[in-house]
């Protein structure tokens, strides 16, 4: 049972342009988000989060929007650059439970 | 600055033979995780610990059992290998979230690659 799915296994893009990852989830507890990145042969590493008291949140070129009423969020990367190809996870956690439910990720290509 | 370091990355095992996964962390975190991750699929918690001497089950704890002596080590142990524990192994440990200013994310060493014939 994914409480977290990522529909998009892949996604490509051009350099320079938005990338727009996407992710739902499935249990209405969830209150805190997040974007993780993975290359490969290494583990993956904290992209940016949200709380579930926010909508919006933004750290330099990645911001992740959240739709409560959705079960929906999203992250964007602007500009994209080649160094952000990877597979990024969606990540989601209930009230401070000690558990974080992830999506299958998506593998993000960006193109030169 | 180490953060979360796994031995070994890579492994080889016949069905039947136990072997242990060894995870170290240097960043005096509380809560120390378990992962595995399939070809295509997110990572499913096998343990976790939020202390020493403490450890609970996570998704997937069935074949695996693990330990935390000290604040530093959580290491996994496979008894008896199946062909269907092949999988990558991802440790990882965390602080207690307490404000927006602490994000509580998981820190995540590089992997084990475990392949059971």
């Known amino acids: 049972d994914q409480q977290v799915k990522q529909n998009s296994p892949s996604l490509s893009v051009q350099e320079g342009r938005i990338s727009i990852l996407n992710c739902d989830y499935t249990?209405?507890?969830?209150?805190?988000f997040l974007w993780y990145k993975k290359y490969p042969a290494e583990g993956p590493t904290f992209l940016i989060s949200?709380?579930?008291?926010?909508d919006k949140n933004e750290d330099g070129r990645f911001t992740v929007f959240l739709n409560k009423s959705a079960k929906h969020l999203s992250l964007h990367i602007v500009p994209s650059q080649p160094g952000d190809s990877a597979v990024y996870f969606c990540?989601?956690?209930?009230?401070?439970?000690?558990?974080?439910?992830f999506g299958t990720g998506t593998r993000l290509t960006v193109i030169p | 600055n180490a953060g979360v370091t796994q031995t070994p990355k890579f492994r080889i095992l016949k069905i039947g033979q136990s072997m242990t996964l060894q995870c170290t962390q240097d960043?005096?975190?509380?809560?120390m995780y378990w992962y595995r991750q399939d070809p295509g699929m997110g990572l499913k918690l096998i343990y976790y610990?939020?202390?020493?001497?403490?450890?609970d089950k996570g998704e997937v704890p069935n074949g695996y059992n693990v330990s935390r002596s000290t604040t530093e080590d959580f290491p996994l142990r496979l008894e008896l290998a199946a062909p269907s524990q092949t999988s990558v192994y991802f440790c990882?440990?965390?602080?207690?979230?307490?404000?927006?200013?602490?994000?509580?994310?998981?820190?995540f060493g590089e992997g084990s690659r475990l392949t059971v014939l």
């Open positions: 990882a440990s965390r602080a207690l979230r307490t404000d927006e200013r602490n994000t509580g994310e998981l820190f």
């Open positions: 249990n209405s507890m969830f209150d805190y």
């Open positions: 610990s939020v202390g020493a001497g403490i450890t």
């Open positions: 949200i709380s579930s008291i926010k």
């Open positions: 960043m005096n975190h509380n809560y």
């Open positions: 990540a989601a956690s209930e009230g401070g439970a000690n558990n974080l439910f």
